[in-house]
């Protein structure tokens, strides 16, 4: 592990996604900022390439250090496929799940970058991923915070991942830590930052409502120019499309959705049909692998790194609509029309069950 002060008055975010990385900016620029201290950033190579982020992140000056994060999945480690197998009732299952959840956090340790102990807020992404099974299983205590905005709207993870007798492992996880939940409920996780608490269906008392267009709106001019050097690498590329955008664009949001080839003929469908109202611009999703520069050449297609937010930023950027399948546009403001299409819209191209899973939620959960 490196060490990067014997301080504790200090922060770390552990960050999957560019989105991830944007809010950590924007806390840091305005809650780190007037508690003082130092942060520091770790990137986890697991959900994505992040390029050279890095170098300008460290050249913004807002972090003491940005470190690379070695996080493996489970399925790195092969010895721990045989606690995943169902063993047709709850005791059993319960057993192979602590085993699991102790096996997983030793087998995580090697490849932990810092000392989580030195710092006093730790603030952690997708607690869902390993780095959660890891601090609750070495008793550290953490934030969670959602994986992007209002990821809790349509339903809360924590509770379809574990909609069959969910009493009892919420007695295993917050009170034993035998086992780990996300979302909050797990023991050592102190609270859970959402957007906004009043879409969630859930009562849940960990939340807590820190709302990001808030942090977005305190930023001072200074602060955006240096969000826009840290997110854009071609500054002069976006100038461009300003100067030839002529208000009838529609941008599609691009998503990690099905397979390759059901990807593509989503995005065909969606291209071809607003492209009879208007020119079509299309945002890849940062962990979207579909090659959209080979296959939509004929399209206007931004940097998939750009979180999508910052698009706001620049004057002379305005959308007649922005349209996205699953992704939550609350903080879009540089459209007339914002148009989530949701489940109805996918059931068209994959079994339903595979994304209706607030409804699997609210049955298992029904009285």
Known sequence: MKSTSDKTDKRVYVCHTYYHVLVSVLKEMTEGRAKGGEAVMLLSKMSNDFETLSDRLKASGLFKDVLDFDEKRETFFPELAKYREDKGSIIPNMYNR???TKKFAKLEEKYIPIDFREFNDIYVFCDSDPVGIYLNQHRIKYHAVEDGLNTLKPFVQAKYNDRGHFGIKKFFSMNLNLIFMCDGYSKYCIDMEVNDISVIDDDF????????????????????????????????????????????????????????????????????????????????????????????????????????????????????????????????????????????????????SVHRKAEAVEKAFKK
């Open 98 to 100: 602590i085993l699991f």
């Open 205 to 352: 008392y960990k939340y807590k409502e820190v709302p990001r267009k808030a942090l977005l709106d305190s930023l001072s001019s200074e602060d955006k120019e240096r969000l826009v050097r840290i997110f854009i690498k071609d500054t002069d590329a976006l100038k461009a499309f300003v100067a030839k955008n002529n208000r009838d664009g529609i941008l599609i949001l691009t998503e990690p959705l099905c397979t390759l080839d059901v990807r593509e003929k989503i995005f065909r469908d969606l291209t071809a049909e607003y492209s009879k109202e208007g020119t079509v611009f299309l945002k890849p999703h940062p962990r979207d692998a579909l090659d959209y520069n080979k296959l939509f050449s004929e399209f206007w297609i931004f940097d998939r790194t750009i979180p999508m937010e910052l698009l706001g930023l620049f004057e002379g950027i305005r959308f007649k609509k922005v349209v996205g399948v699953y992704t939550h546009l609350d903080l879009i403001d540089f459209a007339d029309e914002k148009i989530m299409l949701g489940d109805d819209f996918m059931d068209k191209y994959e079994d339903p």
